[in-house]
C-alpha cells in the first residue's frame, strides 16, 4: 500500500494559486428544483469575473458535484498549496462573487491562509462551515 506524504498542487497549478471550489448541485430552500442552482450561478458569476481580468490569474474556480453543506446552500471551498481550507455557506448567488475575489487576495496574502477575523468580510465571518489544516 502506498501513501501520499505530501499534498501537491493540480497539475499546472502554481503556489500562489487560489482554488473556489463552488458546489453546484444543492437547491435554494424551497425553491424550484427546475430553476438553475444558487451555486451553479455563483460559479458561472466568478468564472466570468476572473477570465475578464487578468490580474486575477491567480484564482481557479471549479465546479464541485457536492461539499455536503446541503442545509446551507450557496457552499464554497477555498484552498491554496500549504494553506487551511475554509467551507463557507449561506452566500448569496447575486452579491457574493465580489466578496469572494477580494477574500481570495486577503487568503493568498497570508502564509498559511488564516485571515485575522476582524479583516475578514461579514459574509465570510458569519458563513463559515468548517477550517480544514492544510495537507502535508
Known amino acids: 500500500m502506498t501513501f501520499?506524504?505530501?499534498?501537491?498542487p493540480p497539475a499546472g497549478m502554481g503556489a500562489g494559486t487560489i482554488r473556489l471550489m463552488v458546489c453546484t448541485t444543492c437547491r435554494a430552500p424551497g425553491g424550484d428544483p427546475d430553476a438553475p442552482r444558487p451555486g451553479a450561478r455563483l460559479?458561472?458569476?466568478?468564472?466570468?469575473?476572473?477570465?475578464?481580468?487578468?490580474?486575477?490569474?491567480?484564482?481557479?474556480?471549479?465546479?464541485?458535484e457536492c461539499l455536503s453543506v446541503c442545509k446551507r446552500p450557496c457552499t464554497v471551498a477555498i484552498a491554496g498549496p500549504d494553506r487551511?481550507?475554509?467551507?463557507?455557506?449561506?452566500?448569496?448567488?447575486?452579491?457574493?462573487?465580489?466578496?469572494?475575489?477580494?477574500?481570495?487576495?486577503?487568503y493568498r496574502a497570508t502564509g498559511d491562509g488564516i485571515v485575522t477575523w476582524r479583516e475578514r468580510?461579514?459574509?465570510i465571518r458569519k458563513?463559515?462551515?468548517?477550517?480544514?489544516?492544510?495537507?502535508?
Do not use: C, K, N, S
Not at 4 to 8: E, L, N, Y
Not at 43 to 64: F, G, K, N, Y
Not at 84 to 106: K, M
Open 84 to 106: 487551511w481550507t475554509y467551507v463557507y455557506g449561506d452566500l448569496d448567488p447575486d452579491t457574493a462573487a465580489e466578496t469572494l475575489i477580494g477574500f481570495a487576495g486577503q
Open 121 to 123: 468580510p461579514d459574509i
Open 127 to 136: 458563513g463559515v462551515v468548517a477550517r480544514i489544516p492544510p495537507l502535508r
Open 4 to 8: 501520499v506524504t505530501q499534498a501537491m
Open 43 to 64: 460559479h458561472a458569476t466568478l468564472e466570468a469575473v476572473i477570465a475578464a481580468d487578468p490580474a486575477l490569474a491567480h484564482i481557479t474556480v471549479e465546479p464541485v
